[in-house]
């Protein structure tokens, strides 16, 4: 079964569709049993995604159901416990049962609600401790909100999807902090100082406890996966009643797509880096102490990007041709959230950078034994490791 093209077929794109009233209704029969487990919301906007599978590492001696959003390769990516992913055919099964359900009793489910749906759906047949929910878009209107968490993490704030969160730091804090409940855990690994004030008056204002990382841990923001660690180790300290210290934890790099290396016909290094943010991270991190890439740099950085303003993919690019990382190519890839070959090959042009097209010959006709970071939408990244060249 191609879940793919199916979940296309029924569900149409993937695509923000605010509210809460829709999956409530779905999940009516589930939700008050769901919600006695320990439910931990993984909100921000760049570092959630590590920060769930760091979480869920440090778990994995204890039953739990995570979500993640969206998938990079394999829709499976989404539904995991602590043995791992979802069974491919089990997927399948429970798909074709759950739509089967929405059309007996006509919900009006988007893509990503209909794969929570099913992912609430499965996670209550597998009598899990706690549920880790990684929040998809925003929080406060975001399907996990139906839940009320015993803990939110906040690894990081910026701009990214203003037209739907709103251009000001503290109008996308509100709606990252919507998912709180009167006597929630928060932890946070905030930098600016105003926003540290805002995030605690706002906990506050619904009873919520906040901890802040930054009090005592002084990570720069652009070591983005100690800090991840941290806040997950924080995370599972404080549900088990453990004392947290940096001393306890230690980074273990190399999760898929998030500084994974893959050795092969070149050596691949896979930063995943969306947006301006990430981007900017991205580069001081590469040029820290922390990574230290001097003593083998980079023969190539091959980047492709996401829809977004033309304004933050130009920025990225300049970031990439000053970054000194090496080479840089751009390039473009099929799927339904690229921004267009035209958009992409006109900035590329003004920003004085290499534009290839076909992006699998180009890597064919180059050296082996290369050193090729490849950077940008995480979606690209699944793309590229599709191709026959990687």
């Not at 793919?4 to 829709?22: F, I, S």
């Not at 760049?46 to 778990?59: A, I, M, P, Q, V």
């Not at 893959?262 to 820290?288: A, C, P, T």
């Not at 190519?329 to 959230?337: G, L, R």
Request: with cysteine; proline share 2%.
């Amino acid at each position: 079964m191609d879940l793919t093209a199916w979940l296309l077929t029924h569900y149409g794109q993937e695509q923000m569709n605010p509210g809460l009233d829709r999956i409530k209704l779905a999940l009516k029969d589930i939700l008050p049993q769901l919600n006695k487990l320990r439910i931990v919301i993984i909100a921000g906007t760049n570092g959630k995604g590590e920060t769930t599978l760091r979480l869920s590492e440090l778990l994995k001696s204890h039953r739990h159901c995570t979500w993640t959003s969206p998938h990079i390769t394999r829709l499976t990516e989404r539904f995991r416990t602590e043995e791992g992913e979802i069974d491919q055919e089990v997927l399948e099964k429970l798909i074709l049962e759950c739509h089967k359900k929405v059309e007996e009793h006509h919900y009006k489910l988007s893509y990503y609600e209909f794969l929570f749906f099913v992912f609430c759906t499965w996670a209550q047949r597998q009598n899990p401790e706690f549920l880790l929910l990684e929040v998809g878009l925003g929080g406060r209107l975001d399907a996990v909100n139906v839940f009320d968490a015993e803990m939110v993490l906040l690894p990081s704030i910026s701009r990214d999807h203003q037209e739907i969160l709103g251009r000001r730091y503290d109008q996308i804090l509100k709606e990252k902090l919507g998912t709180l409940r009167p006597s929630t855990s928060f932890i946070h690994f905030l930098d600016r100082k105003y926003l540290i004030e805002r995030a605690r008056s706002m906990a506050d204002s619904v009873g919520a406890r906040t901890i802040s990382l930054n009090d005592t841990l002084k990570i720069p923001d652009f070591d983005f996966s100690r800090r991840n660690l941290a806040l997950a180790t924080a995370a599972f300290c404080q549900l088990f009643g453990q004392d947290f210290s940096q001393n306890e934890w230690n980074l273990v790099p190399g999760l898929e797509n998030r500084g994974e290396v893959v050795k092969g016909r070149n050596e691949w290094f896979f930063y995943g880096s969306h947006n301006v943010d990430g981007m900017r991270k991205l580069i001081q991190f590469l040029h820290s102490e922390t990574y230290n890439f001097k003593r083998s740099r980079f023969d190539t950085v091959i980047a492709a990007f996401s829809k977004r303003d033309s304004s933050d993919l130009k920025v990225m690019m300049r970031m990439l041709s000053k970054s000194g990382l090496g080479n840089v190519v751009i390039t473009t890839f099929d799927h339904p959230k690229a921004a267009t070959v035209v958009e992409i090959e006109k900035l590329s042009r003004e920003e004085g950078l290499s534009f290839v097209k076909d992006i699998e010959n180009y890597v064919h006709g180059q050296n082996k034994n290369q050193r090729v970071l490849v950077t940008g939408s995480y979606y690209f990244l699944g793309y590229f490791k599709s191709l026959s060249c990687f």
